[in-house]
């Protein structure tokens, strides 16, 4: 399972709520295990997760039209009931003798107990069935447009409605086993595919080339590329789309790769030399690996995010790089079924427990020179934390 239940049901009492309601589809799929499609390209399909204090009367409100993928995925999703919006496009014939697949779509499709014609009417008639028609209720704000969130409190009018979205992300903070597995399997893949790009990297290659060979690494592992924030050379010291520029002797290669597989993120970063080294690149390259192992150390229960950030910026500044605390506003970013939540920076109080994910990074970019890159995705042990998979990142040179 990827939700944290216990946490999540800790947090409904520590706020008062007799329930959670997920919107966005990453909190959909945290809280129930759906991993349909629908919700995150159409506005009018809303998917929704309702999870009471009582969480063995958890249920999945969506769209009728989701119904052949809710009865084919139905045990991957742990929720106790399914509740659909919405009138069928599917007919079939009396003299049906239907397989299994289509009894367990038939059994969705003919249950008008758990059917309604919209989804207002529909959370109105599942808060009902639950007796949280008058209940304080946390509604994530985050996967809701204007006119929805007014349709849901009109449906629901004795209901006291409050935002949830940081609730959600709370909750996020301490990954289960599921959610580790899924980091682990997404970090490794995303380690192979740059390796991939790394193994053709020399003199005369384009970035475009590059980026290619990372998009195609990546599909062939079953992720989504995200992001590909590399550039060589003097575009390494900006945030330049990587073109039609082809490397050449001497240029840094900065690389900043971030995937999805599974739903679940991978980010990681580095830097690569062109033929040896300067003296200035090892020096810098030097200094935010000295800017990691300050950061690294901190990272542990009991330290603050904030805590993290500061011997980072602090130990980079201290060997050169004046001002790097304000170059930096951040030196990474929780990581899990969303991409950057929170942010390891200035003024984060948050508290580092076991269970947490986090991604460190120390970069910098100097314009007209080029790019640096260091990165790692930890898991906040007991103890402090270790690696969310067994890598370094050295400076790469390619001979």
């Not at 989701?66 to 106790?80: D, G, I, K, V």
């Not at 992720?223 to 900006?238: C, K, L, P, T, V």
């Not at 490397?247 to 995937?259: C, I, P, S, V």
Request: hydrophobic letters at 40%; aromatic letters at 8%; charged letters at 30%.
């Amino acid at each position: 399972m990827l939700l944290n239940k216990p946490r999540a049901i800790a947090l409904m009492e520590r706020h008062g709520l007799d329930a959670l309601i997920a919107t966005h589809p990453n909190h959909v799929t945290y809280a129930s295990n759906y991993g349909g499609h629908t919700p995150r390209i159409y506005e009018d399909k809303e998917v929704l997760a309702l999870l009471p204090r009582d969480a063995s009367r958890a249920a999945l409100l969506a769209p009728i039209g989701e119904a052949s993928y809710l009865a084919e995925r139905r045990q991957e999703m742990w929720m106790p009931e399914i509740w659909t919006y919405g009138t069928s496009k599917i007919t079939w014939p009396e003299d049906l003798r239907p397989d299994p697949d289509e009894e367990r779509l038939l059994a969705i499709l003919k249950d008008k107990a758990r059917n309604a014609r919209s989804l207002p009417e529909l959370l109105a008639r599942a808060l009902d069935a639950r007796g949280l028609s008058g209940g304080t209720i946390g509604l994530d704000e985050s996967g809701l447009n204007v006119g929805l969130d007014a349709e849901l409190r009109a449906a629901c009018p004795k209901a006291d409605f409050r935002p949830a979205r940081a609730i959600w992300q709370e909750i996020e903070l301490i990954k289960t086993e599921e959610e580790l597995a899924r980091l682990r399997r997404a970090a490794q893949a995303n380690e192979e595919a740059v390796a991939e790009v790394m193994a053709r990297l020399r003199e005369g290659v384009s970035e475009a080339e590059l980026l290619q060979v990372y998009s195609e690494a990546v599909a062939r592992r079953g992720g989504a590329i995200e992001f590909w924030n590399s550039a060589g050379g003097r575009r390494a010291g900006d945030f330049f789309q990587s073109g039609a520029y082809r490397l050449r002797k001497g240029d840094t290669y900065r690389f900043d790769a971030g995937m999805v597989l599974d739903h679940y993120h991978a980010d990681t970063g580095g830097v690569a030399v062109l033929g040896p080294p300067t003296p200035r690149q090892r020096e810098i390259y030097a200094t935010i690996t000295a800017g990691m192992e300050a950061a690294l150390e901190k990272v542990r229960p009991g330290a603050t995010y904030e805590d993290v950030w500061r011997a980072g910026v602090e130990t980079v500044a201290g060997r050169g790089i004046k001002g790097y605390d304000v170059l930096r506003s951040d030196l990474g970013h929780g990581i899990g079924i969303e991409p950057r939540v929170p942010d390891l920076m200035r003024g984060n109080a948050l508290v580092i427990e076991p269970g947490m994910v986090i991604n460190v990074e120390v970069p910098y970019y100097e314009m007209g020179y080029g790019g640096f890159q260091l990165e790692y995705s930890l898991v906040v042990t007991e103890r402090g934390h270790e690696r969310l998979i067994p890598n370094r990142r050295d400076l790469w040179v390619v001979e």
